[in-house]
């Protein structure tokens, strides 16, 4: 009987040895996701300053083409 319980505790040791290396790469894991989340969130705040950037540009372009539309008039 001292034989399976040697077997038992045995599993038991390899069982718990499972469960903390998973449990580390579970951690892992979830710190890496954390950093790739960040990561393109800050792409996504970059993208969206340059998309308002372009966004001023064409604002201030707007009234030269208008200024330049106003210089079209025709006389007859």
Same mark, same amino acid.
């Given at each position: 009987m001292s034989n399976r319980v040697e077997e038992v505790?045995? #599993?038991?040791s390899e069982l718990e040895a499972t469960v903390r290396g998973l449990t580390e790469e579970l951690v892992e894991a979830n710190e890496r996701i954390r950093e790739l989340e960040s990561s393109v969130e800050e792409?996504?705040?970059?993208?969206? #300053?340059?998309?308002?950037?372009?966004t001023d540009r064409d604002e201030q372009r707007e009234p030269e083409e208008e200024a330049n539309s106003s210089d079209d008039i025709i006389v007859a």
């Open positions: 505790e045995s #599993r038991v792409e996504t705040e970059v993208e969206t #300053r340059e998309v308002g950037v372009e």
